[in-house]
C-alpha cells in the first residue's frame, strides 16, 4: 500500500507562484510513475503533469507547458509542482497520485491518490 500525502497550495495572486509537494509513503518500490490531476468544481479532474519515478521523463498538458514544472527528490521519495505564472483559470483542487503501470494523461491508471489541496488564483 502507497499513501500520498499532499501539501502546499493556497490563494495566489494571477502571476505569482506556488509550489505543491507530495511525499510518498509505504510500498513505492514498485510505483511506475506519478502525477498531478486538477479538479476544478463542476468539472472533470483534469490531468496536468507527470514523471517517471525514477526520475527523468516528464510530461505535461498543453496549458501549462512553460509554466509548470514537475520533478521529484529521490532521496525523500517526494514529488513536486512548481507553478509559475499562475492564472485565474489554474484554479482548481489539486491531487497527486501513484500509478504501479506507466507514464499516463489517464486518471483509471492511477492506483493511489492524495487528498487533495486546493490553489485558488485571484485576479
Known amino acids: 500500500q502507497v499513501q500520498l500525502v499532499e501539501s502546499g497550495g493556497g490563494l495566489v495572486q494571477a502571476g505569482g507562484s506556488v509550489r505543491l509537494s507530495c511525499a510518498a509513503l509505504g510500498r513505492t518500490f514498485n510505483l511506475a510513475a506519478m502525477g498531478w490531476f486538477r479538479q476544478a468544481p463542476g468539472k472533470e479532474r483534469d490531468f496536468v503533469a507527470a514523471?517517471?519515478?525514477?526520475?527523468?521523463?516528464?510530461y505535461y498538458t498543453d496549458s501549462v507547458k512553460g509554466r509548470f514544472t514537475i520533478s521529484r527528490d529521490n532521496a525523500k521519495n517526494t514529488v513536486y509542482l512548481q507553478m509559475n505564472s499562475l492564472k485565474p483559470e489554474d484554479t482548481a483542487a489539486y491531487y497527486c497520485?501513484?500509478?504501479?503501470?506507466?507514464?499516463?494523461?489517464?486518471?483509471?491508471?492511477?492506483?493511489?491518490w492524495g487528498q487533495g489541496t486546493q490553489v485558488t488564483v485571484s485576479s
Open positions: 497520485a501513484a500509478t504501479r503501470f506507466r507514464l499516463t494523461t489517464t486518471p483509471d491508471v492511477y492506483d493511489y
Open positions: 514523471i517517471i519515478w525514477s526520475g527523468g521523463t516528464t
